[in-house]
């Protein structure tokens, strides 16, 4: 493996600005590292050589011009449910399988305008939905930790990506965990802002009202490098904020001190058994270690996360999933009239977990019953942000487990409802639209794994997040006390 | 004998209205009628995935507008919702929409019949949503779903405004249906929110009908009338369903609540019940949106935007002694209704303005092609010209040739008259002497006059007025030389 | 909170997804305990709590009335399952909506 591939996005930026080093060498060594793992891991569902050459021959170019790139030569993942105009996005589903998208996404265009160089399209669970990437129809990912092990789930192929050295930032969007979750199983740093921070224009949507597109990379500034390239407002997408954009990576620190940090009484870790119960209250001492002044903080609707978030989500996708009908793109499965075609390319096109959510979230908005489920969904969320308002009275950040077990084997969770428990700790975040990240933050279980603290912070206060992350990142070093099994 | 019951019709009227703005509703396609089929679509509005709604600006204060054109109230807080159903013209396979808090409740549409009768007629809402594309049935069935193989759809349509306006059923036959119709048209192109173009489809309408014995207060079962694409044909239709529902009752049956298609050819209304379970709409507040706040401030400065409008026109003109035909000719060319009301501000008699504008006027603007408000004379001018009619300063006969040379470009009639003496004169002496120069040229007519063709007169008292180069008043004419003669 | 047991074909149909016999049977098990765990939200007093669409407040995001471009035909079209000329083709359609 030649060592370019593990330089940290910022290093990579700071050498190809300087000069010491092309896009090209950056791409072609990460191109090869593709090469050599991927067909064991899977992070990909599409190789993109041919684009990325061009990418970084027209990064070089505009470097060589003088110009100053923010993410100049940064190898990237883009999760296959955002759009690259040119290329094949399939959502990881059967009925996207071929469809080639003819525009592309705010958030990606802006990595590409910074100077990043797209390798591929990652794997991911159909339309993400899911917990361990295991529901895509298209690829398996592994956990380039244990390639016995899911990556998590649903951005599972570009934090696998980003852990294997296969690219420096992989995109992901999260909806009730799906950055962090993967983040933590995979020892790489997940981030999600907060909600309308980055555009979703672009980004194939399963709930709207909760999706986020964020970065997965294995340093904290890294992940803030990401975050200034793609935060802030566009008038493309109604939900996105207008407001200025503090720059994450000038506020990274190296201390807690002045933070008072809240942990979540009714998050009890005890239940996740003794090993992991003193992982994470090791990793709370670790914050006190560094200056922080540990603060105990309620969120007493913590036990109705997902219930909430088990109805407003699939109520979204039951509806944002309609328009994939055999009409206008995709696959069609024909049928004696345009009814049964529907049936049938539906039938034939969603994978279970999809048409589980679309069953569900169709029955909770139906007559008679949107008022006692959705509309109760809805006002059970009102109840996560003012819970939260009033935690962040006594804190700045809130700390908490990022998962409740470490990466698990295929196919060991038959149940859906154990699956949907693995997003117990992020969904309240998500709920609430909340900064919330995860960073690694030891090992666990036999063979030991990795696992992720999550952190969490009040509305539009990512800088702040990064900053403290960034000095329990720098304090602990966790991440590169493992290796990947590639 | 038996008394015959009578019965009278109640009728609510559901349109649809295509708003004029230069483009879509929720994304910058042209919103213009026609053009290559598929060429005006986009991302949003061919509903590709990861794509997003934004709202069109101007569309909504178009929707505003109306509303306080009918006296609506116009609530501080709407939003859009999601109306979930499948059609294959419908990209998204749900409609943008508005449910429970649409941009404008409430209003009276004011109307007049045929014979000038004014009625008034209760608004329920009018709410905002996005059209449709366009299907094409072909393989049999002459154009129609019923025997059709297969449809061909132009998605161009797709997301163009639409205002849905909802009435009371205050109507009582088809002849006040339609009369609220044209009310709605004239108002709505009035205002410029839409040019309602039957024959392009930008004004669709429903028909809510039912029937009950007259002076009963309750509902009878009604039925929904569909099809209709002229105001002829809404006119046919609810007549024909009135007696079919007549015919029924009196035969001692009973109304089924269905939906009816109207038959243009056949002349009657036929059931459009489908085998298709209820509709359940599933109506849910657009995730992809945010809501729509309306300040007093911005409502004031919509309001000073709202013109005269058709129904107080009518009005206006019926005082002024029009008859309804003339009223409703002058209202629907409303340029000529701002001339003609813009020469009474300026002073003209209301009836004698009439009579030019209806009549001289519009006779110069059909053979010069040039409208009379786009002409050299000005509403002053022609205030100027009635006056001098009025004030017996000129004849009508001069003044008809004055006003042709105002629309020369000859100037105003005042400096024309003075100039040229054009002053109607009254002075019995100089007009005897005339008509005794009149009848010695002419000693024959004198003697046919006596022998009874008295019809010569006309031709006297034309030579007079010759003479007199048009300044003689020619009632004063008239009356001398009939003296003279007997 | 509604306890009626799900209806799964009648919402399926509505969701517009042909289901095989085993999936009604999977499908109803499982949609049935999911609305057994969700069922808990019953106990929230929730009277005096507003629904939340949007979590981060926000109002009036509209654009100005201008057109721009739109995608090319072949783009469009060449997307299409099925197409006949410059059309979208579908297969016969029952009813009107």
């Known amino acids: ?486 | 004998m038996t008394v015959k019951t009578q019965y009278e019709a109640v009728i609510g009227i559901e349109c649809h209205v295509e708003l004029k703005t230069r483009s879509k509703m929720f994304c910058a396609c042209a919103n213009e009628f026609g053009g290559e089929p598929n060429t005006k679509v986009c991302p949003v509005c061919l509903a590709l995935p990861g794509s997003l709604p934004v709202a069109n600006a101007e569309a909504i204060r178009h929707m505003i507008r109306a509303g306080l054109a009918f006296g609506a109230s116009i609530p501080a807080f709407s939003k859009f919702d999601r109306k979930n159903y499948f059609y294959p013209d419908m990209p998204k396979d749900y409609q943008i929409s508005q449910y429970d808090m649409p941009l404008t409740l409430g209003g009276t549409v004011r109307y007049w019949l045929e014979d000038g009768t004014l009625k008034e007629c209760k608004l329920t809402r009018i709410h905002l949503e996005e059209d449709t594309g366009k299907s094409m049935h072909g393989g049999g069935g002459d154009g129609r779903i019923a025997g059709s193989s297969f449809s061909l759809i132009d998605f161009n349509r797709a997301g163009v405004p639409l205002m849905e306006c909802v009435s009371e059923p205050d109507l009582r036959s088809a002849q006040e249906a339609v009369g609220y119709l044209e009310s709605l048209k004239r108002t709505f192109v009035q205002l410029g929110v839409s040019d309602v173009k039957m024959e392009e489809g930008s004004l669709r309408c429903d028909a809510n009908v039912s029937i009950r014995p007259a002076g009963s207060s309750e509902l009878g079962t009604k039925t929904e009338i569909k099809n209709m694409n002229s105001f002829r044909s809404v006119l046919r239709a609810i007549e024909s369903e009135i007696e079919r529902q007549t015919a029924i009752m009196e035969s001692g049956g009973r109304i089924v609540q269905e939906t009816r298609g109207w038959d243009e050819g056949q002349g009657e209304t036929h059931s459009m019940r489908s085998k298709e379970e209820a509709h359940d709409y599933r109506y849910f507040p657009d995730p992809d949106l945010v809501p729509i706040e309306i300040g007093a401030a911005l409502i004031e400065e919509l309001r000073k935007t709202i013109p005269v409008l058709p129904p107080q026109r009518f009005a206006k003109y019926r005082e002024y002694g029009m008859d309804a035909k003339q009223a409703t000719q002058l209202v629907d060319n409303s340029a000529l209704a701002d001339y003609y009301d813009a020469s009474v501000a300026a002073g003209a008699n209301a009836q004698a303005s009439m009579n030019f504008v209806l009549g001289d006027l519009s006779r110069l603007a059909n053979e010069t092609g040039i409208a009379a408000s786009e002409s050299v004379v000005t509403p002053a001018a022609l205030a100027e010209l009635v006056t001098l009619v009025e004030g017996k300063t000129i004849n009508s006969k001069i003044a008809k040739e004055l006003l042709e040379r105002m629309w020369a470009g000859e100037g105003s009639p005042k400096a024309i008259v003075e100039k040229e003496g054009l002053t109607q004169t009254s002075d019995t002496g100089e007009i005897e002497k005339l008509i005794d120069d009149i009848l010695a040229a002419n000693e024959k007519a004198a003697t046919d006059y006596k022998a009874g063709k008295t019809n010569i007169l006309g031709f006297l008292t034309g030579a007079v007025m010759k003479a007199s180069r048009g300044k003689a008043n020619p009632a004063l004419v008239n009356e001398l030389l009939r003296k003279k003669l007997e | ?97």
């Open chain 3, 1 to 97: 909170m509604a306890s009626d047991k799900i209806d799964v074909r009648y919402v399926a149909k509505l969701a517009r997804i042909a289901l095989t016999q085993d999936e009604v049977e999977r499908f109803g098990k499982q949609l049935g305990d999911l609305l057994e765990h969700v069922n808990v939200l019953s106990e929230l007093e929730t009277s005096a709590v507003p629904a939340t669409a949007q979590v981060v407040e926000s109002t009036n995001v509209e654009r100005s009335d201008e057109a721009g471009p739109c995608l090319d035909r072949e783009t469009v079209l060449s997307m299409a399952p099925q197409r006949q000329g410059a059309f979208f083709r579908v297969p016969k359609i029952i009813a009107e909506p």
């Open chain 1, 1 to 486: 493996m030649n060592d370019i591939v593990k330089r940290s996005a910022a290093d990579i930026v700071r050498d190809v600005s300087a000069k010491r080093i092309s896009a090209r060498d950056v791409t072609e060594a990460v191109l090869a590292r593709v090469d050599e793992v991927d067909d064991r891991l899977g992070c990909y569902l599409t190789r993109l050589h041919d684009r990325a050459r061009q990418q970084a021959q027209h990064v070089d170019e505009r470097v060589a011009a003088g110009e100053r790139l923010p993410l100049a030569g940064v190898p990237l993942a883009v999760k296959d449910n955002m759009c690259l105009a040119g290329t094949r996005t399939t959502a990881a589903s059967k009925i996207l399988e071929n469809w080639i998208a003819p525009y592309t996404a705010t958030a990606v265009q802006r990595m590409l305008d910074a100077g990043a160089i797209p390798i591929g399209k990652s794997n991911l669970d159909e339309f993400a939905m899911g917990s361990s990437c295991e529901n895509s129809a298209l690829g398996v990912t592994r956990n380039p930790y244990d390639l016995k092990r899911v990556p998590g789930g649903s951005s599972g192929g570009s934090a696998a990506a980003v852990a294997a050295f296969e690219a420096a930032i992989g995109l992901g969007s999260d909806t009730g965990g799906s950055i962090r979750e993967p983040g933590a199983f995979c020892n790489v740093v997940g981030f999600k802002p907060t909600y309308g921070r980055v555009s979703r224009y672009g980004l194939i949507a399963f709930a709207s009202s909760l999706d986020q597109i964020g970065p997965l990379t294995r340093t904290v500034e890294d992940a803030a490098l990401a975050y200034d390239a793609m935060a802030g407002h566009d008038p493309m997408d109604s939900t996105s904020i207008d407001r200025p954009v503090e720059p994450a990576a000038s506020s990274l620190r190296d201390d807690l001190k002045g933070l008072r940090i809240g942990i979540v009484k009714e998050f009890e870790t005890a239940k996740l058994g003794p090993e992991i119960d003193a992982l994470y209250k090791r990793a709370y001492e670790e914050l006190a270690g560094l200056g922080a002044e540990l603060v105990e903080v309620a969120l007493p609707t913590a036990d109705y996360g997902l219930a909430t978030y088990y109805l407003i989500a699939p109520a979204e996708c039951s509806s944002n999933l309609a328009r994939f009908d055999g009409v206008r793109y995709g696959l069609r499965v024909d049928g004696a009239d345009v009814g049964q075609m529907y049936e049938q390319t539906r039938a034939a096109g969603f994978g279970a977990e999809v048409k589980r959510r679309i069953l569900i979230g169709t029955y909770a908005l139906s007559s008679g019953y949107y008022d006692a489920y959705y509309v109760k969904a809805q006002k059970a969320r009102t109840m996560f942000a003012q819970d939260f308002r009033k935690a962040f009275e006594r804190c700045d950040l809130i700390a908490a487990p990022a998962a409740s077990s470490p990466a698990f084997e295929f196919d060991s969770k038959s149940d859906p409802y154990s699956m949907y428990m693995m997003d117990y700790y992020t969904i309240p975040m998500s709920l609430a639209g909340l900064p919330a990240l995860s960073v690694p933050c030891g090992y666990a279980g036999t063979p030991a794994l990795p696992m992720g603290l999550q952190l969490a912070a009040p509305l539009f206060e990512e800088a702040k997040l990064l900053g403290a992350a960034h000095a329990y990142e720098r304090a602990t070093a966790h991440a590169a006390k493992g290796t990947v099994a590639v």
